[in-house]
C-alpha cells in the first residue's frame, strides 16, 4: 500500500469515507438515504456544495445498483452505489448480484446499525454482510473509522482487478459518526495477501495454443465479456484477420469484435444466429476468450464443439475447466495473453495460409445466405424486429441499454456497436435492469446518446426511475416495445407448454406509457404503425432532452432461431424461411462420408454433400 503523508486532522468516519472515493476519481454517486447513513449522507451534502462530486437519488435502491453498474460497463470505471440497512441493503441485492455474475466492478456502500446494536435485532437491522457473501468479490463491515481509507482503497482494487467485480462495506451508523485522528491513502499499488491475479500467460501454453491455431482448419473464435472488460478488441481482431478466423461472441461479449466486418458471425447461443451456431457445432478448434461456457451459449454441452480442441483464455482460473475441460489452458488477462501471443507468433514468423481456412469460411457463407437473420414486415402492425434495425439504423454509435426478454435477444441480433456500447444483463437477467442502467451511462457520458432498449413487462419493474431522470434532466432515450405479454415466458408457453397462458399476459393491466412519462414531464410519442416509425425515430433522437417511444408492435411474435433446450447448437427452431418443428425431430445421415445433420441443413456440414 502507498501512504502519502499529509497533514493528520480529526474527522468522521464519514468524512473519511467520501473524501477516500473522491481521492479515487469518484464523480457520481447512485443512492438514497436512510437513519442509518444519514452521516455519510451529511458528508456527501458538503461535498456536493463544494462542487466535487454528485450524488444522484434513485426513487429506488435497485435502480441505484444498476445505474452503478451500468456507469461502470460504459467506462471501465468502478461505479459506487449508497443505502441505508435493512430494507435499503437489501433492496441492492438484485443489482449485486447482477453485477458479480457480469463481473461488473462496483463498489456498493451500505448504512448498518451502530455497532453496540449489532446483533440484537435492531430496528432496520439485516447482516448484509452474510446475505450478499455469495454474490461479491469481497466484502468489508468497518468496525474502526481509522480503517475507513484503506478499505476503500483495498475495495476500489479488489473491484477493478482480475476479474472485476462488486465489493461490499457495510458502515455502523456510528463509525460514520466517529472523529479520529484521519491519514488520507492514495490509490496506489496494493498489495493482498493471497490476491494476485495471473495477468501473464504461461509461455509453453501460448506456444501450444499458436501450434493448434496454425494447424486447423476449421477454426472458431468464441468471444465473452473477458474481452470486453480487459479492452482487447484491438488484439482481437488483429488475431481474426492475421489468422482468417470467425468470430462469434456471446450476449456480453458484444462489441468487442466488429460485426460489419466479414469474419463476424454475430453472437452464437440460445437465440444466436444460425451461421454461429452451426460454425460451432462443426468447427475443429475453438478459441474461447474470456467466456465462461454458461448454458444459455452450449446448449446440451456434451454437443458443444463436439468435434472440436478448445483453447480456453480467461483471467480466473475457476472458470478454466469448469464447464469445459480444454486441450489448451491459458490463465492470464486476456489482453495480455493476445498482445503475448501476437508478439509470439512475429517471433516465430509462422502464419496461416488464407486458403487453408477458405473452405470452411466458404461453408459459413453459405449458412449466412441460407439462414439470415429475417425482419418481418407483416400487413398489419409493427414488428418488434423492424423497430430495433430502424433505430439501429438512425443511431448507430448510441450506447445501448437493454431489459430482459425477447426484446434483448433481438436488439443483441439487429443492433452492432462498439466496445462498452451494448450494456445488458446477461448471468442473472434481471428484468428492470435497462432504464436505471442508461441513467448510470448517461451521467457517465453526457455527451454520448443513451437509448434503453425495453420490454413493456420489463420497463414496469423499474419504471419509478422515470423521477429520477425528471429531477435531474437526464437526457436519456427509452423504445418500450409494447406487445402486451411477458413476451419470452409466453414464447416458451407457446412452444413447450401447450398454449397455456398462465400469468404472463398484461394486456389489461399496461398503463399508457406515453402519458405517464408526460406526467413526469418527460416528452413522449405513441407508434402504432409503420407510416408513423421513421418520424418518430426522428423526433426521439433530435430532442434535447429525455424522450420515451411507446411502440405498440405485432403480438404473438417468437423470437428466432431458437436452440431448443437440452439440444446442441445445431439444432435450432425457426429457421429460414419457415418456422418447423420438425427441423429439431430428426436427424439425416449424410450418405458420404456418414456425419450426422440437423434435418434442417441441405448439405451435410461436415463434406458439403446435398442430403
Not at 328 to 352: A, F, K, M, S, Y
Not at 533 to 545: C, K, S, V
Amino acid at each position: 500500500m502507498q501512504v502519502t503523508s499529509v497533514e493528520v486532522k480529526r474527522v468522521s468516519g464519514a468524512f473519511a469515507l467520501i473524501d477516500s472515493l473522491k481521492r479515487h476519481g469518484v464523480k457520481h454517486i447512485f443512492g438514497y438515504p436512510g437513519g442509518a447513513n444519514l452521516p455519510i449522507y451529511d458528508e456527501l451534502y458538503k461535498a456536493e456544495a463544494a462542487g466535487e462530486l454528485q450524488h444522484i437519488l434513485v426513487r429506488h435502491e435497485q435502480g441505484a445498483a444498476h445505474a452503478a453498474d451500468g456507469y461502470a460497463r460504459a467506462t471501465g470505471k468502478v461505479g459506487v452505489c449508497l443505502a441505508t440497512s435493512g430494507p435499503g441493503a437489501t433492496n441492492l441485492v438484485t443489482g449485486i448480484a447482477t453485477a458479480y455474475l457480469d463481473s461488473v466492478p462496483m463498489v456498493a456502500i451500505t448504512g448498518q446499525v451502530p455497532r453496540a446494536a449489532i446483533g440484537s435485532d435492531a430496528f432496520q437491522e439485516i447482516d448484509i454482510f452474510g446475505i450478499t457473501l455469495p454474490i461479491v468479490k469481497h466484502s468489508y463491515v468497518v468496525r474502526d473509522p481509522n480503517d475507513m481509507a484503506q478499505v476503500i482503497a483495498e475495495a476500489f482494487y479488489l473491484a477493478s482487478t482480475g476479474r472485476p467485480g462488486p465489493v461490499l462495506i457495510d458502515v455502523p451508523k456510528d463509525v460514520g459518526s466517529q472523529e479520529f485522528d484521519y491519514t488520507p491513502v492514495q490509490p496506489g499499488n496494493i498489495s493482498l495477501t493471497g490476491y494476485r491475479p495471473t495477468v501473464k500467460g504461461n509461455n509453453r501454453q501460448i506456444d501450444r495454443a499458436l501450434s493448434l491455431i496454425r494447424e486447423a482448419e476449421r477454426p472458431l473464435l468464441y468471444v465473452g465479456g473477458g474481452a470486453i472488460a480487459s479492452g482487447a478488441h484491438a488484439e482481437i481482431l488483429e488475431l481474426a484477420e492475421h489468422f482468417h478466423l470467425p468470430v462469434s461472441t456471446t450476449l456480453m461479449g458484444k462489441g468487442s469484435f466488429d460485426e460489419h466486418h466479414p469474419l463476424s458471425l454475430g453472437m452464437l447461443g440460445m437465440h444466436g444466429t444460425a451461421y454461429a451456431n452451426f460454425a460451432v457445432s462443426d468447427c475443429d478448434l475453438l478459441i474461447a476468450v474470456g467466456a465462461r461456457f454458461d448454458d444459455r451459449v452450449t446448449g446440451k454441452l456434451e454437443d458443444f464443439a463436439r468435434n472440436a480442441k478448445v483453447i480456453h483464455i480467461d483471467i480466473d482460473p475457476a472458470e478454466v475447466g469448469k464447464n469445459r475441460k480444454p486441450d489448451v489452458p491459458i490463465v492470464g488477462d486476456v489482453r495480455q495473453v493476445l498482445i503475448d501471443l501476437l508478439h509470439r507468433n512475429r517471433e516465430l514468423g509462422n502464419g496461416v495460409e488464407e486458403a487453408q481456412t477458405k473452405p470452411w469460411r466458404d461453408r459459413l457463407e453459405q449458412w449466412r445466405h441460407e439462414y439470415p437473420l429475417e425482419i418481418p414486415s407483416p400487413a398489419e402492425g409493427l414488428s418488434p424486429q423492424e423497430v430495433i434495425a430502424e433505430i439501429g439504423r438512425h443511431a448507430p454509435t448510441a450506447y445501448y441499454t437493454t431489459d430482459v426478454g425477447q426484446h434483448q435477444m433481438w436488439s443483441a441480433q439487429f443492433l452492432k456497436n462498439g466496445p462498452r456500447r451494448w450494456i445488458s444483463s446477461g448471468g442473472l437477467g434481471t428484468m428492470g435492469y435497462g432504464l436505471p442502467a442508461a441513467v448510470g451511462v448517461k451521467k457517465a457520458l453526457p455527451d454520448e446518446e443513451v437509448i434503453c432498449i425495453s420490454g413493456d413487462g420489463s420497463f414496469q419493474m423499474n419504471i419509478q426511475e422515470l423521477g429520477t431522470i425528471a429531477q435531474y434532466g437526464i437526457k436519456v432515450k427509452i423504445a418500450i416495445l409494447n406487445n402486451g405479454w411477458l413476451g419470452m415466458v409466453r414464447q416458451w408457453q407457446h412452444l413447450f407448454y401447450g398454449d397455456r397462458y398462465e400469468a404472463t399476459n398484461l394486456e389489461k393491466g399496461t398503463p399508457d406509457f406515453a402519458k405517464l412519462a408526460e406526467i413526469y414531464g418527460i416528452k413522449s410519442l405513441a407508434v402504432r404503425s409503420r407510416e408513423e416509425l421513421p418520424g418518430a425515430i426522428e423526433q426521439f433522437l433530435a430532442h434535447d432532452g429525455a424522450m420515451l417511444l411507446d411502440i405498440r408492435v405485432t403480438r404473438n411474435e417468437d423470437c428466432y432461431p431458437m436452440v431448443v433446450p437440452g439440444t446442441g447448437n445445431d439444432r435450432m427452431l425457426g429457421l429460414h424461411p419457415h418456422f418447423d418443428e420438425s427441423a429439431v425431430s430428426n436427424e439425416l445421415t449424410c450418405s458420404a462420408c456418414g456425419h450426422l445433420n440437423p434435418a434442417s441443413h441441405k448439405c451435410c456440414s461436415e463434406c458439403g454433400t446435398p442430403l
